[in-house]
């Protein structure tokens, strides 16, 4: 696991359900100090009051600001960069502010991260990167080039920073989820809003977030794309396990959103032959990166090739009575108003 202890970190766009959990990891695993920047001054204040911490500083801030960047990273050793617009059909309808939070706001972390000289950087991205069909994954992949591209600015003599990318799902109860959004259709006693039950998403608890963020920050070299093994769930089993769980309020089909995909892909089927797996996790290299370079970075490596992409609904499946028992673990039942 990331050792923490004296390490002054940063995490942008920190206070949403994420960048709650990860300041209370890693204030738990000694980080010295946390700074939180963004934009809103409300959920700062939230957070705030959750987190009673002399650690925690809270910076209002835009990733669009260089000059601002670069006054709240001074001193910073680890940077995780969360900051971005991130509701798929307010993107598809404001497509030039999303370019410039996600993809210029991005640009502007390596350039200051690179300026203060931080240890790792780390890109927290989204399974819709891959095969994009919303304005929102095009940024996002675009923010995962900038990353795993970094390294081509830097001068190994006078910069010591690594930048490495994180790609994974929807974490179970995050802002913009399913399951705290039928949650809170069914207490309302409303009919949950299903597009398809047939679809599939992956599973992951924030509790593996955190782990698998930690960990890949740890052992990440730069370069890197990191991607989580998960299992998945349908729509229709979850709609199945909330009714048990809450009460049957009914469901009622409508249309799917812009950029809404069946199955969710963490590597499409063009990346595959690039994949390496290490342990509990996928990785992607940068072009750049040979196989001896790779292997000597990552002893116990392994090359792994899929039959076709790695999607949701190709993975192995939760049954009703694992997610009924993930759901109940996570509280999101007592609680789902955090986004």
Not at 71 to 100: R, S, T, W
Not at 232 to 253: A, M, R
């Amino acid at each position: 696991m990331l050792n923490c202890k004296g390490k002054k970190i940063l995490i942008t766009g920190g206070t949403g359900s994420l960048g709650t959990a990860l300041t209370k990891r890693l204030l738990d695993l000694g980080a010295e100090t946390i700074r939180i920047l963004s934009r809103n001054e409300s959920k700062q204040i939230v957070m705030e009051s959750e987190i009673s911490n002399d650690k925690v500083r809270f910076l209002i801030g835009d990733v669009r600001d260089l000059p601002r960047l670069e006054k709240a990273l001074q001193g910073i050793d680890i940077v995780f960069h969360a900051a971005a617009l991130k509701h798929v059909n307010i993107i598809e309808y404001n497509p030039f502010e999303a370019i410039k939070t996600n993809i210029l706001g991005t640009q502007n972390i390596i350039d200051s991260c690179l300026k203060e000289n931080i240890e790792t950087v780390v890109g927290v991205g989204t399974d819709k990167a891959v095969s994009p069909l919303s304005t929102y994954g095009a940024t996002k992949l675009l923010m995962e080039k900038l990353f795993t591209s970094a390294a081509n600015y830097i001068d190994e003599n006078r910069y010591r920073t690594k930048f490495l990318a994180l790609r994974y799902g929807n974490v179970l109860g995050s802002s913009g989820s399913v399951i705290p959004k039928f949650i809170q259709q069914i207490k309302s006693k409303e009919k949950i809003t299903i597009t398809n039950l047939n679809m599939t998403r992956f599973s992951m608890t924030m509790d593996e977030a955190l782990d698998f963020i930690l960990e890949s920050t740890n052992i990440g070299k730069g370069s890197e794309v990191f991607i989580p093994k998960l299992k998945s769930y349908s729509i229709d089993v979850l709609k199945e396990s909330l009714f048990e769980l809450l009460e049957n309020t009914g469901e009622q089909i409508i249309s799917s959103r812009p950029g809404e995909k069946m199955h969710e892909t963490l590597v499409n089927s063009d990346e595959t032959k690039y994949v390496w797996e290490l342990d509990n996790k996928y990785m992607l290299f940068n072009p750049s990166k040979t196989e001896n370079e790779i292997k000597n970075n990552y002893p116990n490596i392994k090359k792994v090739e899929f039959s076709d992409a790695y999607s949701s609904n190709t993975v192995e499946k939760i049954s009703k009575n694992e997610l009924k028992e993930i759901i109940l673990k996570s509280g999101l039942l007592e609680n789902n108003e955090r986004v």
